[in-house]
């Protein structure tokens, strides 16, 4: 970098956008000590490494929020809900990408401006609907309700990426005698794969973080909770135990966090192209 | 939205494969079927719904009129939650929107350590809104990491417990709103700026602008679009999302302090009971995440 580039605004922008920059790694960094001590160790000395490691910590989380049960209910509401979101969203993408007609238009707006609306919005009916189909407090409706909501933004940026496949591979496809379903399955698929895995990752993290339709839905009964639900179980309104609570915390941190080391640059740009494109 | 109208434009821009499409559209129904029965089929309900007097959730429902919204608009609880969502809001956004913009703009300079900068903005964008709440639920409590700080640097007067204090309570979560959106938007703001052609900015700095005056004076009306589809994201989502944190980190409370309309709208139907009172208030903020959208769209036209 040449000097003459740095000049003052320059340097005051840098200054601010690091202090910025830890105000936020110091939240975290927070968050990773304090769930190895104890409530008077964390009060005394905040920054400071733990006085005494208390790795039970981690041990006493897990069994007093059943975390395991309740990672294995996420685990199960995000990989369903990731597979019913693809069977959906492909045909569906294939469809819009290639099709001309008024209908596809019309569906294409369907889902453009269905990304505007807030799923908040749709809480209590969505909650009386699930009732009314016998499915309250379970882990299926929530599924079917997530896979719902991430719905919109998949068909808008799969359908866009699917549109960059050149339109010859399928009319030669045609002419080979290969049907619909098979071009889907053979051309499209494999062709749109960094697409499919963008909205893949992105939908992970909706399903996997998603926490106020799981308790509404779902409820805190730890056979059925999602591990966000389970969390904030760990309050106690007269005496918390913070040390735990931040332990538990960590480890529904823990499948994010791979995923983010594993993918790092793909899962940048699955989030932003979310937002950017959607 | 402009990206609606590029990807509708596109759409008819570049046609199918020749030959037939005939039965193509078929192939988006079940998607479509899903979509409306589960996200547009209760957004209608919530509007017939809230002509209803329905008092629990399991029982019974009479037709009520517009009693609802009498009841709503006749209540001090309502005019207090519009009050903390504008001021809320009215923070908010204002403060995110442009320091969200310099962030992104200084990605885009690649300054040093750009990569590990970048890791850490991303982060509020990966992490639960339950972790989150239960981080700042631990930091920001009597016993928490803030106060545990001013006492170590002499300040002992100024400890309290911030997020049960009323002065205090809304601050707090306007903080934690503003933790979690300024670095994340701040990244997307920088992916837009990216796809930017960077000719301009050099060809303004060979004639001697300043980064601040580049920054304002071309990458800015260059993304204006974008920017009004991140203010009205934003908007959106701390609109109508603020009730999860809120829930975590105070309940509404202390007393009526924290609680915005999307709150109120949850307290109503699950502590209170009162479906069509709760739904009247959705509503209203429905009406109002639709003006608002509407609002922004044209501030930003105007700017053109």
Redo the contacts between chains.
């Keep these: 970098m040449k000097f003459s580039q740095l000049s003052g605004g320059r340097l005051g922008a840098g200054a601010l956008v690091w202090a910025y920059g830890l105000l936020l790694a110091i939240p975290i960094y927070f968050l990773v000590v304090s769930s190895l001590k104890g409530n008077l160790d964390i009060f005394n000395d905040p920054f400071g490494l733990p006085k005494e490691w208390l790795f039970e910590n981690y041990s006493e989380a897990w069994e007093r929020a059943v975390l395991g049960k309740a990672l294995v209910n996420s685990a199960f509401v995000s990989i369903a809900a990731e597979i019913i979101t693809l069977a959906l969203v492909i045909p569906a993408s294939y469809g819009l990408a290639r099709s001309r007609s008024r209908l596809s238009l019309l569906i294409e707006r369907i889902f453009a401006l269905g990304f505007l609306i807030p799923a908040f919005a749709t809480l209590v009916p969505v909650l009386l609907l699930s009732i009314q189909l016998g499915l309250f407090q379970r882990r299926e409706f929530l599924t079917m309700f997530m896979v719902a909501s991430t719905l919109s933004l998949s068909v808008i940026l799969l359908t866009q990426f699917m549109r960059t496949i050149p339109a010859e591979l399928e009319e030669s496809a045609m002419i080979d005698g290969l049907n619909r379903f098979r071009i889907m399955w053979h051309i499209y698929l494999p062709l749109s794969l960094p697409g499919v895995s963008m909205i893949v990752i992105l939908n992970f993290l909706a399903y996997w973080n998603e926490f106020l339709f799981s308790l509404v839905l779902v409820g805190s009964n730890a056979d059925n909770r999602t591990v966000q639900v389970a969390l904030p179980t760990l309050i106690d309104q007269t005496k918390t135990e913070f040390g735990p609570l931040l332990a538990a915390t960590v480890i529904t941190l823990i499948p994010v966090y791979i995923l983010y080391i594993v993918l790092n640059r793909r899962l940048e740009n699955a989030l932003t192209a979310g937002a950017v494109k959607g | 939205?402009s990206?609606?109208k590029f990807?509708?434009k596109?759409?008819?821009q570049?046609?199918?494969?020749?030959?037939s499409?005939?039965?193509?559209?078929?192939?988006?129904?079940?998607?479509?079927g899903?979509?409306v029965?589960?996200?547009?089929?209760?957004?209608v309900?919530?509007f017939y719904?809230s002509t209803l007097n329905w008092r629990s959730?399991?029982g019974q429902s009479e037709p009520a009129g517009f009693s609802n919204y009498e009841k709503l608009f006749g209540s001090d609880v309502f005019y207090a939650a519009l009050q903390t969502t504008a001021i809320q809001l009215g923070i908010m956004i204002p403060v995110m929107i442009p320091?969200a913009f310099?962030?992104g703009y200084?990605?885009t300079?690649k300054?040093?350590g750009h990569r590990v900068?970048?890791v850490?903005?991303?982060?509020?964008?990966?992490?639960?809104?339950?972790?989150t709440?239960?981080?700042?639920?631990?930091?920001l409590?009597p016993?928490?990491?803030v106060?545990?700080?001013l006492e170590?640097i002499g300040l002992d007067d100024l400890t309290k417990p911030w997020l049960a204090s009323a002065d205090t309570a809304l601050a707090m979560v306007i903080i934690v709103g503003l933790?979690q959106g300024?670095?994340?938007s701040g990244?997307?703001f920088a992916?837009?700026l990216e796809s930017v052609n960077k000719d301009l900015f050099e060809a303004a700095k060979l004639d001697g602008a300043?980064?601040?005056r580049i920054m304002w004076r071309i990458a800015f009306p260059i993304t204006v679009d974008?920017v009004g589809t991140?203010t009205m994201?934003q908007f959106?989502?701390t609109?109508?999302?603020s009730?999860?944190l809120i829930?975590?980190l105070t309940r509404g409370g202390p007393g009526q302090t924290t609680t915005t309309l999307?709150l109120l709208?949850?307290q109503k139907?699950?502590f209170e009971n009162d479906?069509g009172y709760?739904?009247a208030a959705?509503v209203v903020?429905?009406v109002i995440?639709l003006a608002g959208?509407i609002l922004i769209r044209r501030l930003i036209r105007a700017r053109d």
């Excluded at chain 2, 570049?14 to 030959?19: E, N, R």
């Excluded at chain 2, 029965?37 to 957004?43: A, E, V, Y």
């Design positions: 939205m990206s609606v990807r509708l596109a759409n008819s570049k046609a199918g494969p020749v030959g499409t005939k039965g193509l559209s078929l192939f988006s129904l079940p998607a479509l899903w979509f029965f589960f996200t547009i089929g209760p957004l309900a919530m719904i959730i399991i320091l310099m962030v200084y990605l300079l300054p040093r900068l970048r850490i903005l991303f982060t509020p964008g990966l992490i639960s809104i339950s972790a709440a239960m981080v700042f639920y631990a930091a409590g016993q928490g990491l106060n545990g700080l170590a933790w300024i670095g994340y990244v997307l992916a837009r300043s980064e601040w974008f991140l994201l959106l989502w609109l109508f999302g009730a999860g829930l975590l999307s709208i949850y139907a699950f479906l709760s739904q959705g903020l429905f995440g959208m």
